[in-house]
Nanobody
């Protein structure tokens, strides 16, 4: 069983930066896609960014140019560098991984951007 553990969230002022990371652990596995979703209060969970095993990345329009996703395959870890943060980026951020053909989710981590 593969587990995803997020870290690095917290409180930041608008315009600031934050990096969140997600480490996968468990039995031998291959992570194909690695990504981040977020869910704000009262809203549906939405894709933030996703990156393939060969480093092709896609971003939601709302974060393009401000967020950067990257991964370290040797460490089975994905990172999300968030710059120029806005109050509307406040949400619980969930790590997502496609392991083989199965989807896995982290427990979520809170990111709060104050105005």
């Amino acid at each position: 069983q593969v587990q995803l553990v997020e870290s690095g969230g917290g409180l930041v002022q608008a315009g600031g930066s934050l990096i969140v990371s997600c480490a996968a652990s468990g039995s031998t596995f291959t992570i194909n896609a690695f990504g981040w979703y977020r869910q704000a209060p009262g809203k549906q969970r939405e894709l933030v960014a996703i990156i393939s095993r060969d480093d092709n990345a896609n971003y939601a329009g709302a974060v393009k140019g401000r967020f950067t996703i990257s991964r370290d395959n040797a460490k089975n870890t994905v990172y999300l560098q968030m710059n120029s943060l806005k109050p509307e980026d406040t949400a619980v951020y969930y790590c997502y991984a496609v392991v083989g053909i199965l989807s896995r989710w982290g427990q979520g981590i809170q990111v709060t951007v104050s105005s």
